[in-house]
């Protein structure tokens, strides 16, 4: 049963993301937001639902290795993972705002994650307090970029929903809440259940099937986007989603319920290795072919993440 709850799980995650985007762009359009603050603010958090209602029910049940676990498992999974496969099917592309903004605004996000968890062994309210204001300041400067750069603006908002009745908004809405509050409460129970049977730990099970799991809406877009051979998914709509999964996520989960660090793993093994897979990016966009990831590349990333993943199961 536990494999067809974590499977139920990730569905409804989906399912649920899916709707809750399209609910709350809705809604920002009725309210006259402009598409750029709808895409950078609006978008941004609502793609991050399905990790905060993950990591916040985990939390919450006492499993706090799930809720760093899945995190940095997913940001791990989209770099080596997302990242790779997509520029395996189609080279991506590297701008100057990924390494002049996005990248050093990630490591630095890392970093203070390692720092947080390091000298106490536990995300705390405070340490939650300092990652959400972190992330309104960094939305802050990403709106006033964007606005002195146009070509930054986001372009998946879809600027239809602005029709769409009240009736359906609010439809849209209470499926999404819904879908991703199950969801959540499948996925986690699954996956302790699934941990149990297989003799491994929690903190195994989420860096890999949990971070696989709320990473497949950005794989399934970028894959679908490199198949078609149309824009890729950026370099940046994948860092920016890794830093929102450290300040958001992590931010309003610890400020709601303290994480603490069960797992001595998670601090040797799975941290190093987000911030490694990170780090590599800088190297790798500039060796020939420069300011681009191309399929030997992506090779490489996706090679690391396999290498991650079974380190995991065997350690």
Same mark, same amino acid.
């Given at each position: 049963m536990s494999i067809v709850y974590i499977i139920l799980g990730f569905i409804l995650l989906v399912v649920g993301g899916e709707f809750l985007v399209r609910s709350s762009?809705?809604?920002?359009?009725?309210?006259?937001?402009? +598409?750029?603050?709808?895409?950078?603010?609006?978008?941004?958090?609502?793609?991050?639902?399905?990790?905060?209602?993950?990591?916040?029910?985990?939390?919450?049940?006492?499993? $706090?290795?799930? $809720?760093?676990?899945?995190? %940095?498992?997913?940001?791990?999974?989209?770099? =080596?993972?997302?990242? =790779? %496969?997509?520029?395996?099917?189609?080279? *991506?592309? %590297?701008? +100057?705002?990924?390494? +002049?903004?996005?990248?050093?605004?990630?490591?630095?996000?890392?970093?203070?994650?390692?720092?947080?968890?390091?000298?106490?062994?536990?995300?705390?309210?405070?340490? =939650?307090?300092?990652?959400?204001?972190? %992330?309104?300041?960094?939305?802050?400067?990403?709106?006033? +970029?964007?606005?002195?750069?146009?070509? *930054?603006?986001?372009?998946?908002?879809?600027?239809?929903?602005?029709?769409?009745?009240?009736?359906?908004?609010?439809?849209?809405l209470i499926i999404g809440g819904a879908a991703l509050y199950f969801g959540s409460e499948f996925l986690v129970s699954g996956a302790v259940d699934l941990a149990s049977a297989l003799g491994v730990s929690e903190r195994v099970i989420s860096v890999?099937?949990?971070?696989? =799991?709320?990473?497949?809406?950005?794989?399934?877009?970028?894959?679908?986007?490199?198949?078609?051979?149309?824009?890729a998914i950026s370099l940046g709509n994948l860092i920016g989603s890794n830093i929102f999964n450290i300040a958001s996520v992590l931010g309003i989960t610890a400020i709601i319920q303290p994480i603490a660090v069960k797992s001595e793993a998670i601090l040797n093994s799975d941290i190093w290795w987000m911030l490694g897979i990170a780090f590599i990016l800088i190297p790798l966009a500039f060796l020939p072919k420069r300011f681009s990831l191309n399929r030997w590349k992506g090779f490489l990333l996706f090679a690391g993440y396999a290498l991650f993943v079974a380190l995991a199961f065997m350690g």
């Amino acid at each position: 049963m536990s494999i067809v709850y974590i499977i139920l799980g990730f569905i409804l995650l989906v399912v649920g993301g899916e709707f809750l985007v399209r609910s709350s762009v809705a809604i920002s359009l009725k309210l006259k937001l402009s +598409r750029m603050v709808i895409g950078l603010t609006v978008v941004s958090f609502a793609t991050s639902a399905p990790e905060l209602l993950v990591s916040l029910q985990a939390a919450l049940n006492g499993f $706090s290795d799930i $809720s760093l676990g899945n995190v %940095i498992g997913s940001n791990i999974a989209n770099i =080596g993972l997302v990242m =790779g %496969i997509t520029a395996m099917i189609s080279p *991506l592309l %590297i701008d +100057r705002e990924f390494y +002049r903004f996005n990248w050093p605004v990630m490591m630095l996000f890392s970093l203070a994650l390692y720092y947080f968890l390091f000298t106490e062994d536990v995300l705390s309210r405070p340490e =939650g307090i300092v990652l959400v204001i972190a %992330i309104v300041v960094y939305l802050i400067l990403l709106i006033r +970029r964007a606005r002195i750069k146009p070509e *930054l603006q986001p372009d998946e908002v879809d600027p239809d929903l602005q029709v769409a009745s009240n009736f359906k908004t609010v439809l849209w809405l209470i499926i999404g809440g819904a879908a991703l509050y199950f969801g959540s409460e499948f996925l986690v129970s699954g996956a302790v259940d699934l941990a149990s049977a297989l003799g491994v730990s929690e903190r195994v099970i989420s860096v890999t099937m949990i971070a696989i =799991g709320t990473s497949v809406p950005e794989l399934a877009a970028s894959i679908i986007a490199a198949v078609k051979q149309e824009k890729a998914i950026s370099l940046g709509n994948l860092i920016g989603s890794n830093i929102f999964n450290i300040a958001s996520v992590l931010g309003i989960t610890a400020i709601i319920q303290p994480i603490a660090v069960k797992s001595e793993a998670i601090l040797n093994s799975d941290i190093w290795w987000m911030l490694g897979i990170a780090f590599i990016l800088i190297p790798l966009a500039f060796l020939p072919k420069r300011f681009s990831l191309n399929r030997w590349k992506g090779f490489l990333l996706f090679a690391g993440y396999a290498l991650f993943v079974a380190l995991a199961f065997m350690g």
